[in-house]
């Protein structure tokens, strides 16, 4: 039980952090490339895409709480930073590779360059997890 409540705990820190850095990248880094590549396809304002933030936060929660259960179980069985940034790194591959290649699948002119770069900042994403899930759950760890 007390690992239960440990993953619960870094699951909700990771949580923040991974929705944190994700607004970096799409409100800041990676706009003006999402905008040019997906606007035609979204309703747009101001320059940037609307997105409806109910979904989004609520997908980016489950996806931080995917990456950090791959995570963890790599840091209770290894106890190494380095098993935790490569379970991380393949964790964030495949969750932004099936989100991708789903929609490159279904929809008609999705662009390809979004797909390389989504699972590209996917990828970077859960090797950042491995490192800040590793130091949190040493930190949390009675």
């Known amino acids: 039980m007390e690992l239960l409540i440990l993953y619960f705990k870094t699951a909700a820190i990771t949580a923040v952090i991974y929705l944190s850095l994700d607004h970096i990248w799409f409100r800041f880094i990676a706009k003006k490339l999402y905008f040019h590549h997906l606007a035609l396809m979204n309703?747009?304002?101001?320059?940037g895409i609307v997105y409806k933030k109910g979904p989004i936060i609520f997908s980016r929660v489950i996806i931080s709480f995917a990456i950090t259960a791959a995570i963890y179980l790599s840091v209770l069985e290894g106890g190494r930073i380095a098993w935790s940034v490569s379970a991380g790194g393949i964790a964030g591959f495949a969750l932004a590779s099936s989100h991708n290649l789903t929609a490159?699948?279904?929809i008609r002119y999705w662009p390809r360059f979004i797909t390389v770069l989504d699972i590209a900042w996917g990828t970077l994403q859960g090797m950042l997890a491995g490192v800040y899930i590793f130091i949190i759950t040493g930190?949390?760890?009675p």
């Open 139 to 141: 930190y949390l760890a």
């Open 104 to 106: 490159q699948s279904f």
């Open 43 to 47: 309703d747009t304002k101001n320059g």
